[in-house]
């Protein structure tokens, strides 16, 4: 019978590949590819990239224990978040009253991010040191082009293993 408790989140860096448990279904995924950039107003589903993912998938499952080894159900290619600085937007957009951003906010700093996003908007002092230097117009007056090709850099060094 197909046990998959032991599984919840597995990474194999050396092959940019990983397995998850996303609860009623598992996933594999790929982040070893080129970056593929979303233009603003696009959905955050985009189109699945044969060529790049389904080599990525099957080395993927070749690494699963052949016991736990499964058909993936569906294919989603997913949008990834990257800033120019690696760092989440997090905090109210000084031009637009009553509107606060959370963005590219990973596993890692999820947690902390919505406990000083719910600090934030109760109007007291989340206790994180430094919190300004999340603050969504951090890029405003640069250069689109610019910050685009920073944020691009990020996605290809974020998991660099040489």
């Known amino acids: 019978m197909f046990r998959r408790s032991w599984i919840r989140f597995v990474r194999w860096p050396e ?18 590819h080129r970056p593929l950039p979303v233009t603003p107003g696009e959905s955050a589903q985009q189109p699945w ?6 080599p990525a998938i099957a080395t993927a499952l070749a690494l699963l224990p052949e016991a736990t080894r499964f058909t993936p159900a569906e294919r989603l290619n997913g949008v990834f978040s990257m800033t120019p600085d690696n760092l989440p937007l997090l905090g109210p957009v000084a031009h637009v009253a009553g509107l606060w951003l959370a963005e590219a906010i990973w596993v890692t700093h ?9 600090a934030l908007l109760r109007g007291e002092d989340p206790g994180v040191p430094h919190l300004e230097t999340l603050r969504p117009g951090r890029f405003a007056g640069q250069d689109g082009d610019d910050l685009t090709r920073r944020a691009l850099k990020r996605y290809r060094d974020i998991y660099a293993t040489a």
């Not at 092959?15 to 070893?32: I, K, P, S």
């Not at 999820?110 to 719910?118: D, Q, R, V």
């Open 110 to 118: 999820a947690a902390g991010s919505a406990a000083a996003l719910a």
């Open 15 to 32: 092959h940019h590949v990983y397995a998850r448990d996303h609860g009623e279904r598992l996933g594999l995924g790929t982040y070893g």
């Open 49 to 54: 990239v044969t060529e790049q993912f389904d």
